[in-house]
């Protein structure tokens, strides 16, 4: 008896039929009669006895047991020397078609096994920035798909390299990306911006109907906590990082003040609510607090099994009155400050002291403060802060001379275009964010700056810093290109009406930046001999790299194009 080892290691018993059918899929006729050759010749039977003795002489040759790729091996070798060469040409295709498809198969359910044998997530996935606590069958089947998500999103980029720079060698992005920079969650779902800061006034509209939701605008304190869950989600659903919502707090005031009255903080001990469960007008705020802050950080389907990334803003009075003081909510009132900064300080107590009952990883909070003429504009506020710190309390601050220059929600600084909230940017500011992020790796660009040009060699670095500069801006100019795909690839994703939370107005894809990443900067310096302190020689090393990428983000900045610069880990 003849038998075939399958590609499992099974054994069956050998069925010609079966390769009578499989040819004839690829000639377009089951019926072997009209079997017809490229050259047209109908030699049908003459192909089928060619096949039969081919496959026989095979298991001769085998005694009588052969694997399923050998005797395809003999079918197409059999179809070409008869001219059919057409049909050959399909079979092989067909072949390598699912021959792919066995292999993915195979690489997924090598994936499963090791997912299965493994700890936690991220010693499972090649997502080094994923931040999955859960180990679970959602969360399993959002990481399966990350290696395919890389490489579309890299082929994306790529047709679009080289549809607008035909001259540029293309292949470079990948010699890049595999060396001396990283593309950020590449491997996170595709066509995604990175992260955003967004203003919610289209939700005080609109609700989230314009994000593809059913939920009207809020009408109440209670509404605007259920529905404002929801539009986090949704909007964190089309981002591959974080959302910020700095004007959080400012409109749970704005529905507070509408549910109690103006005066609410100073009556704050109020009861509210009676029954079982009586309540004052704090006790039921800190209700709400829990209600948005634990759902929010509740793991998500939309998230591949993780929570939001969610940020928000915690504003001294001169940043509240840049950013909000000619402020109108629909109702055509005016933002508060004394309700609002009394909300806010509620809100950064009672978050700390909720994370001494449970690990809450968001909201991750920014303080901005202003320090002029040495000292803190806002006294009040800044010794709050402190407090707040001394408590055992976490949170970024951020502190400036100038409300004009605010930090992004990649902790960025830049200037204001206009003192107003929906042209501000960052973690503290409104409609911003990064469209995406690659990221250098200055210590081995260094290295290999020195390699070409011996800088350690001939004489100090200063010497040589003309060498390092060029160097650096040859490899930015494959950056801006880079970048300048990706943004084309999300103007075709928003034109095509796919990126809603444009399309809706809660931001302006010309708002956001495409950031350049800084990594290695020490590890650069302490390459060239420079110690990592205080001293001159570390302040021009770094003046000279940030100086340098400035000058060339500030170069490449169009109408529609913006970069900016950040450290990341």
């Known amino acids: ?88 040409k399909r079979y092989i295709l067909y072949r390598e078609k699912h021959s792919e498809i066995r292999n993915e198969a195979d690489r997924n359910i090598l994936f499963i096994d090791n997912y299965v044998k493994s700890d936690n997530t991220a010693n499972a996935t090649i997502d080094d920035n994923s931040n999955v606590s859960n180990h679970n069958i959602a969360v399993l089947n959002a990481e399966i798909h990350k290696e395919n998500n890389q490489q579309t999103n890299y082929r994306l980029l790529e047709n679009k390299i080289k549809e607008l720079y035909p001259e540029f060698d293309s292949k470079q992005m990948m010699r890049d990306f595999n060396s001396i920079m990283y593309l950020h969650d590449s491997s996170s779902q595709i066509g995604m911006p990175y992260c955003v800061a967004i203003t919610m006034y289209p939700f005080l509209n609109n609700g989230i109907k314009d994000l593809g939701g059913l939920s009207a605008k809020p009408n109440s304190l209670e509404s605007f906590c259920g529905i404002f869950i929801n539009m986090v989600f949704a909007i964190a659903a089309q981002y591959k990082g974080a959302v910020a919502t700095p004007s959080f707090i400012l409109a749970m005031d704005w529905f507070c003040r509408k549910e109690w009255g103006e005066d609410y903080y100073n009556r704050s001990s109020e009861q509210v609510i009676l029954g079982n469960k009586p309540r004052n007008i704090k006790q039921q705020i800190e209700q709400y607090f829990q209600q948005v802050t634990y759902s929010i950080n509740q793991p998500a389907s939309a998230r591949g099994g993780q929570s939001c990334f969610w940020n928000i803003s915690i504003f001294d009075k001169e940043f509240f009155n840049t950013m909000y003081g000619e402020f109108y909510f629909p109702d055509k009132t005016k933002a508060s400050w004394n309700s609002f900064n009394w909300l806010q300080k509620l809100y950064l107590h009672w978050l700390n002291q909720e994370r001494l009952k449970c690990v809450l990883t968001f909201p991750v909070i920014s303080v901005a403060l202003i320090y002029k003429d040495n000292k803190f504009v806002d006294e009040e506020l800044f010794k709050y802060a402190c407090k707040e710190y001394s408590e055992g309390n976490s949170f970024f601050t951020y502190i400036n001379d100038s409300p004009e220059s605010l930090s992004s929600c990649c902790r960025l600084s830049s200037k204001l275009s206009k003192p107003q909230f929906n042209f501000t940017n960052g973690q503290v500011g409104e409609m911003t964010g990064s469209k995406n992020v690659i990221t250098l790796d200055l210590n081995r660009i260094i290295q290999d700056c020195n390699r070409n040009y011996n800088i350690k060699q001939h004489g100090k670095w200063k010497d040589n810093s003309s060498f390092i500069s060029n160097y650096l801006i040859a490899i930015l100019d494959r950056v801006y290109k880079y970048q300048t795909a990706y943004n084309a690839c999300l103007t075709h994703l928003y034109d095509k009406g796919l990126l809603t939370a444009y399309n809706a107005g809660f931001i302006d894809l010309r708002k956001q930046y495409l950031t350049i990443g800084i990594n290695g900067l020490n590890q650069a310096a302490e390459f060239l001999g ?23 983000n500030a170069l490449h900045k169009t109408k529609d194009l913006m970069f900016n610069t950040e450290f990341t880990p």
């Open 530 to 552: 420079i110690k990592c302190n205080k001293n001159d020689d570390y302040k021009e090393f770094c003046n000279l790299i940030f100086t340098t990428i400035k000058e060339q």
């Open 1 to 88: 008896m003849k038998q075939v080892t399958k590609r499992n290691g099974q054994k069956e018993e050998f069925n010609f039929e079966k390769i009578k059918i499989a040819v004839g899929k690829a000639i377009g006729s089951q019926d072997s009669n009209k079997w017809e050759t490229t050259t047209g010749k109908l030699i049908g039977p003459v192909l089928v006895q060619a096949l039969k003795t081919g496959v026989n002489n095979l298991f001769s040759d085998q005694d009588g047991e052969v694997s399923v790729e050998d005797i395809q091996d003999v079918v197409e070798r059999i179809m070409m020397v008869n001219e059919y060469y057409d049909a050959a």
